[in-house]
């Protein structure tokens, strides 16, 4: 396997796994808030803000608050990615 391969394997597999903890992280972060307020979750990087209009509508907001801890994660895992690709025996 050449060296280029590894890297976009290392890469690949680095992105799947973060947005896999993304996801999870995000979900146990809206099903464990209660009430209005905003809630953060992965080191700061993604939001949940939740406020009351009026009496019956409920407003809604999230998304990316900071991307240097996903950033930081994914290159940390390439390179730990990269490492097992490498040193793993052959056949």
Known sequence: MSSVSRIINSIVAAVITTLTILTVSFLIMIFSSTGEGKSTTYFGS??????ETDASTVKMIFGVENALPIIITV?????VYFLIIKFSKKG
Do not use: A, E, Y
């Open 46 to 51: 993604l939001f949940f803000n939740v406020s």
């Open 75 to 79: 290159l940390l895992l390439s390179i």
